[in-house]
């Protein structure tokens, strides 16, 4: 209650009572504004719109909109089109009556909608939606469709931030504005090294991602939120039509190992191939969506399906690589890794130096896809994520598993 | 690169796992902008979407207009959609009745500065839906209300009146108008929850 702002003390008597008219709309203008602050900070109110919302929206969707004749009403104004002099309300067989005879000025009006289908009016619908926020390209290849989904996703949120909350504090010490200006700074780089002639809409210094960063965190230091967003955007696309090109059928690269440089390599990582290197792109770009959904108060759903999929495979995949990393190889075991839920599969990790082990797994662990995901990238603790965790066979080496799990997180 | 060792948030801003995965996903395909799950969306509930509105503003180009802001609304502002809260059926149907209402509006302020006629005695539309809902045979919970308090909650709903003219309409005082809204929703509440029914 502290923190909140305090009601006047004779508020509520006379608020609550209009708590039924606000929720169906039928109250005045001020009316409206003094009940949504009211139920702000009153919990008997906030509590009561709750349980009175399945009644508002019971009436917004009742069983006859599952009919299949949804155009039931359009018809009916089109017939009462020929009751012009229709005085009573008496109802014949079909829904004509919904239109009580008023003024007259509507049934004026010709009704040319096509009653057997929405979709010549669809081109209008989707015209004035992609306006106002342009869709993402539609055909992709599959591997760069999680940067392009987590691009969009990124995109919407910015578009919902109120200027004065790019100032937010964020992670490691940065604002909105500057942890959207570290995203371009890896992204610019990776653009680059797949491209040299793919220059972003920055030309700031760094060759390494810690470097780049300094320089676009300092740059986005003082500048508008919208020419941040302008310039992270800018870059992310010239990222994808730059992935997109190297994802060619002519080029080699697609699918096998590829390097693209030491700079943005993982020390003791495996080596990754440009898909790879797309899926990190859209697992960064996810990590950093969401927190700053988290610290701007806004709640996201998990990513797509498909970026889900990549994503686990990417951090499964990575693990006996982690593993090494932390000192606590998988040597001759095996583990076995079941990821549920959207965007889960089954792993068979062996350590790298010993690929081809037969054995029968020493451990099996099942965690949720999303879970996994948010430990990998270390917005989860080992211990957070062991509570939601099955494990049979070798708990150490679960345990030694899902410790090394963040091992390539990084900020 | 090594992990950050800033302390991390205990919970995320996830949305729960008790929220139906199709909710959540049809929500992230639309923040991913993603122009097939936009037209699925509007081949499915587009219709659903006409009819309500078209009932509320009884004028089709009126109600193709909501029609177009509701789905560019939701395709604009993806986060405005809560999948907690309820399905995006629901959310539709509310944000089209708002749209509506504040067309009818609109529309009642303008005819009256033009001295056009006045529009119908809204007493009579209560009258009108129910008959209409019943006609379809619709067992709904809010036909079979008490009629001192189904009334009100129709002429509010589907007529567009606000409570004052609720009041003035029956000839009740504006008190004891909200009164019997709130009752309604909370009658309803009670009958849908009898029902086991969920929107």
């Not at chain 1, 004509?96 to 007259?104: F, I, M, T």
């Not at chain 1, 057997?116 to 390209?137: C, E, M, V």
């Not at chain 2, 109600?63 to 959310?91: I, K, M, N, T």
């Not at chain 2, 308090?149 to 504006?174: F, M, N």
Request: glycine share 4%; net charge negative; hydrophobic share 40%.
């Amino acid at each position: 209650m502290s923190g909140a702002p305090r009601p006047a003390p004779d508020e509520h008597p006379e608020l609550c009572s209009l708590l039924g008219a606000w929720l169906l709309n039928a109250c005045s203008a001020q009316e409206r504004i003094a009940m949504a602050a009211h139920v702000k900070h009153c919990a008997l109110c906030a509590a009561e719109m709750r349980d009175l919302h399945p009644a508002v929206t019971s009436l917004t969707s009742q069983p006859q909109y599952e009919d299949p004749a949804p155009y039931a009403d359009l018809m009916a104004y089109e017939d009462a089109a020929a009751y012009e002099d229709h005085v009573s309300y008496e109802i014949p067989a079909g829904y004509e009556n919904l239109a009580s005879p008023d003024d007259g000025s509507h049934r004026s009006q010709p009704l040319s909608l096509p009653l057997s289908s929405a979709s010549s009016t669809h081109g209008d619908i989707t015209a004035l939606a992609f306006a106002r926020r342009p869709p993402a390209p539609r055909h992709l290849p599959p591997h760069i469709r999680p940067y392009a989904d987590q691009v969009a996703t990124l995109d919407a949120v910015l578009r919902d931030l109120a200027a004065e909350e790019w100032n937010t504090q964020t992670v490691e010490g940065w604002t909105v504005a500057q942890l959207v200006a570290h995203l371009a700074a890896t992204d610019s780089l990776l653009a680059e090294t797949l491209d040299a002639t793919a220059r972003g809409p920055l030309d700031l210094p760094g060759d390494t991602v810690p470097a780049r960063t300094r320089a676009f965190t300092s740059w986005a230091v003082d500048q508008p939120p919208a020419s941040v967003h302008a310039a992270w955007r800018t870059q992310a696309d010239l990222l994808r039509d730059t992935l997109v090109r190297e994802a060619a059928p002519n080029t080699p690269a697609a699918e096998g190992p590829y390097t693209p440089g030491d700079r943005l390599g993982l020390a003791d990582g495996p080596r990754l191939t440009l898909a790879d290197h797309a899926t990190t792109r859209a697992f960064e770009t996810w990590i950093h969506t969401r927190d700053l959904a988290l610290h701007t108060g806004r709640r996201l759903p998990p990513p797509t399906a498909r970026s889900l999929t990549r994503m686990s495979d990417l951090g499964a995949r990575q693990l006996p690589f982690a593993m090494r990393h932390r000192g606590t190889p998988l040597g001759h075991r095996v583990l076995h890794v079941e990821l549920t839920g959207p965007g889960g599969d089954t792993w068979h990790l062996t350590d790298p130096e010993n690929p081809s082990s037969e054995r029968p797994p020493d451990t099996h662990l099942v965690v949720g896809a999303m879970e996994f995901c948010l430990l990998t990238a270390a917005r989860r603790t080992p211990a957070e994520t062991a509570a939601h965790t099955r494990v049979t066979g070798d708990t150490a080496l679960a345990d030694a598993a899902l410790a090394a799990a963040p091992a390539f997180a990084g900020p | 690169m090594a992990a950050s060792h800033q302390a991390r948030p205990q919970s995320g801003p996830e949305l729960t796992a008790a929220v139906p995965e199709d909710r959540l996903e049809v929500q992230a395909r639309l923040l991913a902008a993603d122009e097939d799950a936009f037209r699925e969306i509007y081949e499915r509930y587009a219709p659903q979407v006409r009819a309500l509105a078209a009932r509320i503003t009884r004028d089709r180009n009126a109600a193709e207009d909501v029609v177009q802001e509701v789905f560019a609304r939701l395709w604009e502002r993806p986060l405005s959609y809560d999948p907690a809260r309820g399905p995006l059926r629901a959310w539709l149907g509310v944000v089209a009745h708002h749209r509506a209402v504040d067309w009818v509006r609109r529309e009642e302020r303008h005819r009256r500065a033009v001295e056009r006629p006045a529009p119908p005695a809204h007493d009579e539309t209560a009258d009108i839906v129910t008959a209409r809902l019943e006609a379809l045979g619709v067992r709904s919970a809010a036909v079979r209300l008490p009629e001192p308090l189904r009334t009100p909650l129709l002429l509010a709903y589907y007529g567009s009146r606000t409570y004052r003219q609720v009041a003035c309409d029956l000839g009740i005082p504006e008190g004891t108008a909200k009164t019997r809204l709130r009752a309604a929703l909370r009658a309803l509440a009670a009958a849908l929850a009898e029902e086991g029914i969920t929107p």
